[in-house]
């Protein structure tokens, strides 16, 4: 009974006992662990998610992998970061000074007496959670090409909405974007199967109009003009009165990596909203950031770019995709945010969701993610009624 009377105090002294209590330096010599200790190393997605607040550069082991000048890039990196939070703010509000007629429509850019709100919030943006592969995944890529021969029987495609006579039944919905468009298929056959088996009454007018090598000024210059592309000749996109267009981010083929490039793609984005508004009011807008690239195998067998090219490249593609999110939340509009679930847990674009042939292109379950992203959208926000 003695003993309990000691053991119990000492117990609630280990439970309650500050931390500091047991740090390293007031422990006896003898106690003192002798190796040198392992210090904390930080990635690019840590610094994205700001898990370092407090100068994370001196938190960086020299070593082989992090020397004296990856040192200095990681310094870049959040220099370089924090100058697109105060992009934005700038820019939002020089946007809502300058912009008219935009709050037509579902979508609303908020042009109101509340402004300053949302310029102070404009760091915010949607995390949405990694949403389940379509559990259909094999079968539809077997459909991709909608050959007869490759349709499955046993695959039932007619289910949900039972009974449901739709307000509308044809809609016309287009992706602009650059080549991270392009090759999600010329009919989209991943969004268009997606589509197909939660509206089965309706019909669908699928446009891809993702042009390879292009930024996001030729995206606003395609809305009202027309072009050629693969020897192809594409209308201008609002000829055609989409009922929703899905914006990409062009943050693959972006300008340099100053602040005055952010503003660009934020003024380019500003530009795209509000020609679709002032040509095809009724037009609903989607906003999307595609997948993450993987700065240690970027462009690997097609670019084969040495190691400091590729690094600097998939960081600053990453600004211009965090760029675009917090503008979609800033401006209140719908955003299809695939570059999140894309991650892996350094922060990274996760090499599943990457072409393995070229290393910068979505794979099939990239292209998949994608279509389903856009989908939670559509459905989430009642575009199709």
Do not use: C
């Not at 994205?48 to 200095?72: C, G, H, M, V």
């Not at 670019?303 to 600053?316: E, G, V, Y």
Request: hydrophobic share 35%.
């Amino acid at each position: 009974m003695q003993k309990l009377r000691f053991l119990f105090p000492a117990f609630l002294f280990l439970l309650f006992a500050p931390s500091g209590v047991f740090a390293q330096n007031n422990l006896p010599p003898l106690l003192v662990r002798q190796n040198t200790p392992v210090k904390p190393q930080i990635s690019f997605g840590d610094l994205l998610a700001n898990k370092y607040s407090q100068n994370p550069i001196a938190q960086i082991e020299e070593t082989d992998e992090f020397d004296k000048l990856t040192r200095e890039k990681y310094e870049k990196i959040q220099n370089f970061l924090k100058t697109v939070e105060e992009n934005g703010k700038k820019q939002l509000t020089e946007f809502y000074g300058n912009s008219t007629g935009l709050n037509s429509g579902r979508n609303t850019l908020g042009v109101n007496s509340q402004s300053k709100q949302l310029v102070d919030s404009v760091n915010q943006y949607f995390i949405t959670p990694v949403p389940t592969l379509n559990q259909k995944l094999e079968q539809i890529l077997a459909q991709i090409n909608l050959k007869p021969e490759n349709i499955s029987a046993d695959v039932p495609l007619n289910f949900g909405q039972s009974g449901f006579t739709p307000l509308k039944n044809s809609y016309t919905i287009a992706l602009l974007g650059d080549s991270m468009t392009d090759t999600l298929g010329e009919n989209l056959p991943h969004l268009a199967q997606i589509l197909k088996e939660n509206y089965p009454r309706h019909n669908f007018t699928l446009l891809n109009y993702g042009q390879g090598s292009t930024d996001i000024e030729s995206g606003l210059y395609r809305l009202t003009n027309p072009t050629k592309y693969l020897n192809r000749d594409f209308p201008p996109l609002l000829d055609f009165n989409p009922d929703i267009i899905v914006i990409e981010s062009f943050a693959y083929n972006h300008w340099g990596g100053e602040l005055t490039d952010l503003n660009r793609q934020w003024q380019a984005l500003v530009n795209i909203i509000e020609t679709i508004k002032n040509r095809s009011p009724e037009t609903d807008i989607i906003l999307a950031a595609t997948i993450s690239p993987n700065p240690f195998i970027f462009g690997d067998g097609v670019l084969n770019w040495p190691k400091d090219l590729k690094w600097d490249s998939a960081l600053t593609t990453k600004a211009y995709l965090q760029n675009l999110m917090n503008f979609a939340g800033s401006a209140r509009l719908p955003l299809a945010d695939a570059y999140t679930p894309s991650l892996d847990n350094k922060g990274h674009g996760d090499p599943k969701y990457i072409n393995s042939a070229d290393h910068l292109h979505p794979s099939e379950e990239g292209k998949l993610l994608i279509s389903q992203k856009i989908f939670d959208v559509i459905k989430n926000t009642n575009l199709i009624r």
